[in-house]
């Protein structure tokens, strides 16, 4: 009987783990996409009408909150418009800016082109006034990015 070479399996299987390894580094973007970009927060007033973001490498983002009083525990209109870049997913995110107010975040729906709508609702807090973020979280062809602003609720 001819003698059997025991050392090509494992060497067989180092190869094929490092061409393995090699392709999913290679793919790495998409299994784990970049992280996102956090763009510096805004002055604008979300009470006063929409507020507009450009984006880095030109675009930019409309977001609205109506109505503009923003109550607590009534149903918000929330509508997003990108411009100069293609959106394929809209989230808004709120949060207490002092205070956990639990995880809050919306998927809006893609309405037209670059034009995504969806419903939000704050929870009542125990305090009269009350300081919150919403962040508009885009995924893009050019990356994710989140765009914060802030606004207040009162009681």
């Known amino acids: ?27 790495r973007d998409y299994f ?5 970009r956090m763009l510096s927060l805004d002055s604008c007033d979300l009470h006063e009408g929409p507020c507009r973001r ?11 909150i109506e109505p503009r009083s923003i109550p607590l525990t009534k149903p918000l209109k929330l509508r997003v418009e990108v411009k100069g870049v293609a959106a394929d997913r809209v ?9 956990n107010m639990g995880y809050n975040r919306p998927l809006l729906n893609n309405v037209a082109n670059g ?30 990015f989140i765009i914060p602003w802030r606004f207040e609720t009162v009681k």
């Open 32 to 36: 784990e996409p970049p992280p996102a």
């Open 91 to 99: 989230e808004v995110d709120f949060s207490g800016v002092t205070m």
């Open 115 to 144: 034009r995504f709508e969806g419903e939000g609702l704050l929870p009542v807090c125990i305090r009269q006034r009350m300081d919150w973020e919403a962040k508009v979280i885009l995924r893009t062809d050019r990356g994710s």
């Open 54 to 64: 450009a984006l880095p490498g030109g675009g930019e983002v409309i977001f609205a």
């Open 1 to 27: 009987m001819p003698e059997r070479k025991s050392w090509i399996i494992p060497v067989a299987i180092l190869v094929a783990a490092a061409v393995l390894g090699a392709v999913a580094w290679y793919f």
